[in-house]
C-alpha cells in the first residue's frame, strides 16, 4: 500500500517539476519558482505508517473494555471513560499544536506529538490504577491530536493543488489502523491488550526519525501558500480571490460557521452508523454476525473510498467532490430504510462519505486563508461531534425507535447536502466550481 501512495506522489509531483520549463499560457501571470518539497518521499511514508497508528489506536479502546473491567474493577460506562478520555485530548491537542504552528519547526511539532502518544499509550498499558489510566489515555490523546492536525495541515498547504488527493491517502491509511487494531485485539485476546498498546508505542518511536525528511519551515496557511509560488499558484491564486471576495460579502463567520457545521454532522453520521448500525439491523432480522460484518463494510468502505477519490480529486474540485458526496450518502441513508437493502446500503454510505473530512480542509483553508484558526476550529469541532453524536443519537432513538436509525441519520445527511449547497454559493468565484 505505501509503494502505491509513493507511486502516486512521483505522479502528483512530477507535472510540477516540468511547469517551470513551460511558459505559461498568455492569460495567466508566470509563476514563481516552487520551493523545497515540504515532504521527501520517506517522509510521506512515515507519515501514512502515523496515520495507521493513531487509527489502530482510536480503535483499540473499545475492544479493550472487557479485560479493563476485569483488570480495574469498572462498570460498563466507567470503562467506557478511556475513549473518552482519548478523545478529550485529541481536542486539546489540535488546539494546543494550533497555537504552536508556526512558532516552532514542523520537526519539533510532529515529534513531541509521537512521543507523547508513544508515552501515553505505554503509560495506559502498565497503569496500576484506572485514574493514572484515564491520565495516560489523555497524553496519547494530546499526541493524537498533534499529529492528526499537524500532518493534515501539512499535507493540505505542502501539496498544493494535489492537497486534496493527498490527504484522501493520508487518512485513508487512518481507516487502516481503524480495522487492523480491532483485528489484532480480536486475535491475541482482550486480556492482552497491554502488550497491543506496548506494541504500538514501539512502533511509534522510530517514526521520529523519518522526521529529518520534512522541511522545518512552517508554510504559511491556507490560500497563502499558492500565493508564495508553490503548487496551485497560478489558478488557485485566482480562485482564492474570488473566494475571499464572496466570503466578505457573506461574512467570514458565517461561512466557517457553516464548516463547522458540516464537519461536526457528518462525523456524526460516520460515528452514528459506526455505532448503531449493528442494532439496527439486528432489529430488522439480520443476525449478529452478519451485523458485525456489515459494520465493518461501512468501515472497510471507507477506507476504499478515500484511495478512489484521491485521483479523481485532482481533476475535479473539492465543492464538487463534497456535493456528490453528502448527496450520495443522503440517498444510501435513505435506501438503508428498506430491510433487503440495508447492509449494502450502509456500505454505500461509507464510500460516499469517504472523502468529506479530507477534501473539505483544503476547500476550508482556501476560502479562508487569513482566518488561521479555522482548521483547528472544524478539526476539534469533528473530533467532539464524534464523542457527543452517539448518546445524542441514542437519546433520539428512545423516542422514534431504532427502527428510525437511517430515517434520523438520512435528515442529518440531508442538512449536510444543503450546508455544502450554501457553501458552494457563498465561497464560489465567478464561474464553475
Excluded at 472487557?66 to 471513560?81: F, H, K, N
Excluded at 500565493?227 to 461561512?255: F, N, P, Q, S
Aim: hydrophobic residues 55%.
Amino acid at each position: 500500500m505505501l509503494a502505491v501512495t509513493l507511486l502516486f506522489v512521483d505522479a502528483v509531483e512530477k507535472p510540477s517539476s516540468t511547469s517551470s520549463s513551460t511558459p505559461p499560457p498568455p492569460h495567466r501571470p508566470p509563476q514563481l519558482p516552487s520551493p523545497a518539497p515540504l515532504f521527501s518521499r520517506a517522509a510521506v511514508a512515515a507519515s501514512c505508517v502515523g496515520f495507521v497508528l493513531i487509527g489502530a489506536l482510536q480503535a483499540l479502546y473499545g475492544p479493550s473494555i472487557p479485560a479493563l473491567r476485569d483488570t480495574y474493577g469498572l462498570s460498563p460506562s466507567a470503562a467506557g471513560l478511556g475513549l473518552s478520555a482519548h478523545f478529550i485530548g485529541g481536542v486539546a491537542g489540535v488546539l494546543v499544536f494550533d497555537r504552536l504552528f508556526g512558532r516552532i519547526g514542523n520537526r519539533r511539532l510532529l515529534g513531541w506529538s509521537y512521543l507523547l502518544m508513544a508515552g501515553g499509550a505505554a503509560g495506559f498499558a502498565l497503569a496500576p490504577a484506572w485514574p493514572l489510566a484515564l491520565v495516560m489515555a489523555l497524553l496519547a490523546g494530546l499526541g493524537f491530536g498533534g499529529i492528526d492536525y499537524g500532518l493534515n495541515q501539512l499535507f493540505a498547504v505542502g501539496f498544493g493543488r494535489s492537497g486534496a488527493a493527498m490527504l484522501n491517502i493520508l487518512n485513508a491509511h487512518f481507516g487502516i489502523g481503524a480495522v487492523l487494531g480491532p483485528a489484532l485485539i480480536g486475535l491475541v485476546g482482550a486480556a492482552h491488550y497491554p502488550a497491543v498498546f506496548l506494541g504500538f508505542a514501539a512502533l511509534t518511536l522510530p517514526l521520529v526519525l523519518c522526521l529529518a525528511g520534512v522541511r522545518d519551515e512552517a508554510p504559511a496557511r491556507g490560500g497563502d501558500a499558492g500565493a508564495e509560488g508553490g503548487a496551485g499558484a497560478g489558478e488557485d491564486a485566482c480562485d482564492d480571490t474570488g473566494a475571499r471576495g464572496r466570503v466578505r460579502a457573506r461574512g467570514l463567520a458565517t461561512v466557517l460557521g457553516a464548516f463547522v457545521v458540516l464537519y461536526v454532522l457528518h462525523v456524526a453520521i460516520e460515528s452514528g452508523v459506526g455505532g448503531w448500525e449493528p442494532t439496527h439491523l439486528e432489529t430488522i432480522g439480520y443476525g449478529a454476525t452478519a451485523a458485525a460484518s456489515a459494520t465493518s463494510a461501512f468501515w472497510l468502505m471507507m477506507t476504499v473510498g478515500r484511495f478512489l477519490v484521491a485521483p479523481l480529486a485532482l481533476r475535479w474540485s473539492a465543492p464538487a467532490i463534497i456535493l456528490v458526496s453528502c448527496a450520495g450518502m443522503t440517498g444510501c441513508l435513505l435506501l438503508a430504510g428498506i430491510p433487503a437493502a440495508a447492509p449494502y446500503a450502509y456500505a454505500g454510505a461509507g464510500l460516499f462519505i469517504a472523502p468529506i473530512f479530507p477534501t473539505g480542509l483544503p476547500w476550508l483553508l482556501r476560502t479562508a486563508p487569513r482566518a488561521h484558526r479555522a482548521g483547528a476550529l472544524v478539526m476539534a469541532a469533528s473530533m467532539v461531534g464524534g464523542v457527543a453524536a452517539p448518546p445524542a443519537l441514542g437519546m433520539a432513538l428512545e423516542l422514534a425507535g431504532v427502527r428510525a436509525v437511517p430515517l434520523i441519520l438520512c435528515a442529518i445527511s440531508t442538512v449536510c447536502l444543503l450546508t455544502t449547497g450554501w457553501l458552494i454559493r457563498a465561497t464560489r468565484p465567478l464561474g464553475p466550481f
